[in-house]
């Protein structure tokens, strides 16, 4: 098995010259501890972990004598587990103004950043770790998801192609470093291990009442809705449960990192929107198992390639924000008349339509629905497909939009360009055209994401 280098390694080192403390959230088993681990290699900084019943009692217990026996510099691993420390990791971080002195990692999230907001407001550095993006899989660079061609072009030399048989393989093993290192062979055996330790530990360390198996059955109705709009009665009824349980099971996901919620785009000038989200998984792999596919090749041809093949592509756009430190502003539109853009990315004042379709052959009416967001009070920007097209390439350079106008100031072209996913989910990044906003209707086609 062979460590897989993680694109928030340069963060963790930046911040930790910076902050007194940092810590690292993020689901079991994504590998906070064996990255920060890898960075401690050499240096003089310890390590505990609160999994250790005697460590955690008396963390909870005795919080000073704790860090007089473990003093910094040190990584505590599962802090969640002892909210007593915060205080007087605050103390210590007051009087002696050390950058880097303690590193922490937890699996609750809700849990710590209570604690954390309370005590060490200002004074600590949190970020986000998820499953591994392909970019990471892949040993590529992680940049931020731009829609933008030079940056598309440039990850594209680096990137390894792979055809849809391949994207779907990607998606049905998931991501889990685990499996991508080659430490477990089997995605099936694995995951089938990873939601036992899973519920039993964390779910009912937020909650001792939760029935393992109503909690199974209720995961198992979550997954099978992953790309649409949250619907909390049908998956409360589907797991058996009544509403109130279902949404705060939906907390305890989320909370732990396991699902993550796309809001709909709304703007005072636009009309007639839905306020409902939709749901996602960070890890497809165990969405796969979850809805029980038995390979790749028939979840490629199932019922639900498109769903899970849109919930891969937002969590690889959302992993590249994530694991470089940064937040993405990901919304997706929807209106009352059921029209709708899968994603809307905002960046740098402009709002960037995506659509994710699984075709090879993707055409300009595709890019119809980008007009959509030309009333916003903020201005349209470059737009992409994501695709199965092999190439990046430019469709309909005069393309404009079915008004016929255009914002001339904004636009320097009318580019559209498409791109074969194969190549951008490999790269760790991707990227769409030099139109900057104008009434066209700008598309970026790609097969895969990062």
Not at 92 to 114: C, I, N, R
Not at 295 to 304: C, F, I, N
Request: proline fraction near 4%; charged fraction near 25%; aromatic fraction near 8%.
């Amino acid at each position: 098995m062979s460590y897989i280098t993680r694109s928030l390694e340069k963060v963790v080192q930046q911040v930790t010259q910076e902050y007194p403390v940092v810590l690292v959230t993020g689901p079991r088993q994504v590998g906070k501890k064996t990255m920060l681990q890898k960075l401690m290699e050499g240096t003089s900084r310890g390590y505990v972990s609160l999994d250790d019943l005697n460590e955690r009692a008396l963390a909870k217990n005795d919080p000073e004598l704790f860090l007089q026996l473990h003093k910094p510099p040190v990584l505590i691993d599962e802090v969640q587990y002892a909210p007593e420390l915060f205080t007087y990791i605050k103390v210590y971080a007051d009087t002696h103004h050390e950058p880097g002195a303690f590193w922490l990692t937890g699996s609750q999230v809700f849990k710590l950043m209570h604690g954390v907001q309370e005590s060490l407001a200002g004074r600590v550095a949190v970020l986000s770790m998820t499953s591994l993006s392909q970019s990471e899989i892949n040993g590529a660079d992680t940049e931020p998801f731009r829609v933008d061609l030079d940056a598309l072009l440039n990850r594209e030399e680096k990137a390894v192609p792979a055809d849809t048989k391949d994207i779907f393989e990607r998606i049905y093993r998931g991501s889990m470093p685990a499996i991508a290192s080659g430490k477990n062979t089997n995605s099936q055996i694995f995951y089938s291990s990873y939601l036992s330790t899973y519920i039993e530990r964390d779910v009912k360390e937020l909650s001792d009442a939760i029935d393992a198996l109503k909690f199974l059955r209720f995961m198992t109705a979550v997954a099978a809705r992953c790309s649409q709009m949250l619907n909390v009665a049908e998956i409360a009824q589907d797991a058996d449960i009544n509403q109130k349980q279902a949404k705060d099971w939906l907390h305890i996901l989320e909370t732990l990192g396991i699902i993550f919620y796309l809001h709909p785009y709304s703007n005072n000038l636009l009309k007639r929107l839905v306020k409902t989200p939709k749901l996602y998984f960070y890890d497809t792999g165990l969405v796969c198992y979850l809805t029980k596919w038995s390979s790749a090749e028939v979840l490629e041809y199932g019922a639900m390639n498109g769903a899970i093949l849109e919930n891969y592509v937002v969590s690889e756009i959302a992993k590249t924000y994530l694991n470089t430190g940064r937040e993405p502003f990901l919304y997706y539109y929807r209106d009352k008349d059921a029209r709708e853009i899968d994603i809307v990315l905002e960046q740098d004042g402009v709002l960037n339509p995506i659509e994710i379709k699984k075709t090879s052959n993707p055409g300009t009416e595709l890019t119809k629905v980008f007009s959509l967001l030309d009333k916003a009070s903020v201005p349209r920007g470059k737009g992409a497909i994501v695709c199965m097209k092999p190439k990046v390439g430019i469709i309909d350079r005069d393309n404009s939009s079915s008004s016929g106008q255009t914002r001339s100031s904004k636009s320097t072209s009318n580019d559209c360009i498409k791109y074969a996913s194969s190549r951008v989910r490999s790269s760790g990044s991707s990227s769409a055209s030099e139109e900057k906003g104008s009434g066209s209707l700008p598309s970026v086609l790609f097969h895969s994401v990062l």
